[in-house]
């Protein structure tokens, strides 16, 4: 009996002991725990990574992108066959309207035209003397020497001679057309984009010679979704970002009136003046359909807004503690990547500028120097 009561004192001791350990362990932790606590709500922020809300100025914009063409620009091809005797201009080297480009061996079409006048010049004899006979018999008949019969045969001849004429004139026109057209001359005021032939070359009708591009004035076809075409008008400005070349003003001056199968899309075409000849063919530009402007409004960088379902929010420093300000967001800027605060946020004040990931409310905010 006596050494059961020492054994339960002895548990009693051990047990005491424990929950003496797990106390001044528990004290222990809660004090380790209280620093970390307190530098988890220390948000550290480099001075990029904020923004300070200012009223701006913003456009309501659709995005456009495509390559640049030249409005007026042509293919010089061959009217003729022959072999070319002269390419008179090389690529990149200004030409004007007429100026002669080409030359094919006109040795051929001289001949034919000295054939064609030959002729022309034998059935005008014919018809000559079909007329003075006429002439002749005109009178007669009149005063009644020669019957009406024999006067009508004449009346024939003469119209077979008449017609005979007309036939080798206009043999003799063709001929010389043919001959006029080994020169070959610029269409149009440009430049010498492409020379497909050399001297030597044998050609044939519609063989591709020169290609001329006018570049004083370019157009830029892009695609536009058909939901917003109505809000599109002829006239309505647009801003571009040529690659390469900086940036430039265009306008729409035209817009198709059928959608592209497939894409369900709506083509516009965009003029760009370009008197300094800065541009050139075929150069890619990105760019914005100008909708509408919105003067002086409060705005942020659209990565500024964070969303969660319908609600839309932005992290704010309110005397360097972050705070969410739940806002209400108007129209969209794509072209400068800014959105309209409509209601939530004042101008001055002071948010997180890039999604940083979550963030907790009510946290410290340190700036930090990068």
Do not use: H
């Not at 044998?202 to 010679?209: F, G, N, W």
């Not at 647009?238 to 497939?262: C, H, M, W, Y």
Request: hydrophobic share 45%.
């Amino acid at each position: 009996m006596k050494r059961k009561t020492l054994l339960i004192t002895a548990a009693c001791i051990a047990i005491a002991l424990t929950a003496t350990a797990a106390v001044r362990k528990a004290g222990s932790a809660r004090q380790l725990q209280a620093p970390a606590q307190a530098a988890a709500n220390v948000v550290e922020f480099l001075q990029t990574d904020l923004v300070s809300v200012a009223r701006q100025d913003l456009q309501v914009s659709l995005p456009l992108s495509g390559g640049l063409r030249a409005l007026n620009q042509a293919s010089v091809k061959a009217k003729v066959s022959g072999e070319v005797k002269e390419v008179l201009v090389r690529e990149g080297e200004p030409v004007r309207a007429g100026q002669v480009i080409v030359r094919i061996d006109p040795t051929e079409y001289e001949a034919k035209v000295a054939q064609a006048r030959g002729q022309m010049l034998a059935t005008r004899g014919q018809f000559e003397n079909s007329r003075q006979t006429w002439e002749r018999n005109r009178e007669l008949v009149g005063k009644g020497f020669i019957s009406k019969t024999a006067f009508d045969k004449y009346q024939a001849d003469l119209d077979v001679a008449r017609a005979n004429l007309d036939a080798a004139q206009g043999g003799l026109a063709v001929a010389q057309k043919a001959l006029s057209d080994t020169v070959v001359k610029a269409p149009l005021d440009g430049m010498v984009a492409a020379r497909a032939v050399q001297p030597g070359e044998k050609v044939s009708p519609d063989t591709r010679l020169v290609d001329v591009v006018d570049l004083r004035v370019l157009e830029l076809e892009a695609p536009i979704p058909m939901a917003d075409v109505a809000r599109a008008a002829v006239g309505q400005p647009v801003a571009l970002d040529v690659e390469g070349a900086g940036r430039f003003t265009g306008k729409l001056v035209r817009i198709n009136p059928a959608v592209s199968q497939g894409t369900r899309s709506i083509m516009v075409y965009i003029r760009v003046e370009n008197a300094d000849q800065k541009l050139r063919a075929g150069m890619f530009a990105r760019g914005a359909l100008v909708l509408g402007e919105r003067a002086g409004v409060v705005a942020v960088p659209s990565s500024a807004v964070r969303t969660e379902g319908e609600r839309a929010f932005v992290y704010a420093i309110d005397k360097d503690t972050l705070a969410e300000r739940p806002v209400q967001l108007g129209i969209r800027d794509e072209a400068s990547g800014m959105v309209e605060i409509v209601s939530g946020l004042d101008a001055g004040a002071e948010i997180v500028r890039n999604n940083l990931g979550t963030l907790r409310s009510g946290s410290q905010v340190k700036r930090v120097k990068a």
